[in-house]
């Protein structure tokens, strides 16, 4: 099992550009987020899917777009990059969560993306 | 609304007892507590649920009061290996579905 991997590790954009982020599981999980992290911030939701060909907007969602075609992935793109979204983004997923599950569901974080925008 | 984690920082030397509190304006099903090392992802180390029931660490423990709106995570006798960024995350019910929303972290330095 890989877990959740994320693509790619790093990436430096110039404002403007357009790039997609990649989140892929292999847990058969239903629930993905993708959250961004910023110092002082913590980790703010960006968007999250409660299963395949479903995804709703979190707290930050501005600038960005999401899509979940297959239930094992879970994409984020940047229409137009712009410096304000430098940060490190984290995907995760749960199988279901506690309240629906009934009972103990680990969240599982990928290992983060670097984004640097000029 | 993130929940709010409180102390913001906190220093220790080995050996030395902490606590992190995380509170919440809305009712609170779960609490789940992450620890971040630095360049690295969050790694669970516990949830606690309505009811009292928590499952997790064995050196690290935690408290939910539900009335309250209250976690407390403790960490006690702590080790270089407990430094970190500590988040709480409490399950948000939205319209779409559930969503964990994390505070914004307290970070702990344990020196020996």
């Known amino acids: 099992n890989a877990g959740v991997t994320q693509t790619p590790k790093f990436r430096v954009l110039k404002t403007g550009q357009s790039m997609t982020l990649l989140c892929a599981q292999d847990?058969?999980?239903?629930?993905m987020y993708w959250y961004r992290q910023d110092p002082g911030m913590g980790l703010r939701l960006i968007h999250y899917s409660v299963g395949e060909g479903t995804t709703a907007k979190g707290e930050v969602p501005d600038g960005y777009n999401v899509s979940r075609l297959k239930k094992q992935n879970f994409l984020l793109g940047l229409e137009s990059a712009a410096p304000s979204q430098t940060s490190v983004y984290f995907c995760?997923?749960?199988?279901?969560?506690?309240?629906?599950?009934?009972?103990?569901?680990?969240?599982?974080f990928g290992p983060g993306t670097r984004l640097t925008v000029l | 609304q993130q929940p709010v984690q409180s102390p913001q920082a906190v220093i220790l030397r080995e050996g030395e007892d902490a606590v992190i509190n995380c509170s919440s304006s809305k009712a609170l099903y779960s609490v789940h507590w992450y620890r971040q090392k630095h360049g690295e992802a969050p790694v669970f180390l516990m949830i606690?649920?309505?009811?009292?029931e928590q499952k997790g660490h064995e050196k690290i423990s935690a408290s939910f009061n539900e009335k309250k709106q209250q976690s407390s995570l403790y960490l006690t006798a702590s080790q270089l290996s407990y430094s970190g960024t500590y988040f709480c995350g409490t399950e948000e019910v939205r319209q779409a579905g559930t969503a964990l929303i994390f505070g914004k972290g307290t970070t702990l330095s344990v020196s020996s």
């Open positions: 847990m058969n999980h239903e629930y």
């Open positions: 606690l649920l309505k009811g009292g």
């Open positions: 995760a997923s749960i199988a279901r969560p506690y309240r629906l599950a009934g009972g103990y569901n680990e969240q599982f």
